[in-house]
């Protein structure tokens, strides 16, 4: 069972700066399609961003030019920068481990933009 730990989620000013962590306890990690996921009130869960294993990304229209994903893999963790929050960025963020069949989740951790 591979444990996902996410971090670094608070309050912030609309236009204002995150940037969120998750660090797995799996050696395998360089392996893993890592993605971030959020989920506001009352909606369903969404994904905002992905990186490879290889290193390729992908993300959300509605976070393009504003969130980036990267990895270290030494380190295990999956990071995902976000820039000019909006309220509407607010929501629990996820973030998912894949490899094959085998996916994981973290517990979330809030992200809430208001002033």
């Known amino acids: 069972q591979v444990q996902l730990v996410e971090s670094g989620g608070g309050l912030v000013q609309p236009g204002g700066s995150l940037r969120l962590s998750c660090t797995a306890s799996?050696?395998?990690?360089?392996?893993?399609?890592m993605d971030w996921y959020r989920q506001a009130p009352g909606k369903q869960r969404e994904l905002v961003a992905r990186?490879?294993?290889?290193?390729?990304?992908d993300f959300a229209d509605s976070v393009k030019g504003r969130f980036t994903i990267s990895r270290d893999n030494a380190n295990n963790t999956v990071y995902l920068q976000m820039n000019s929050l909006k309220p509407e960025d607010t929501a629990v963020y996820y973030c998912?481990?894949?490899?094959?069949?085998?996916?994981?989740w973290g517990q979330g951790t809030q992200v809430t933009v208001s002033s």
């Open positions: 998912r481990a894949t490899l094959g069949p085998l996916n994981y």
């Open positions: 799996d050696s395998f990690f360089s392996l893993y399609v």
């Open positions: 990186i490879t294993s290889g290193g390729s990304t």
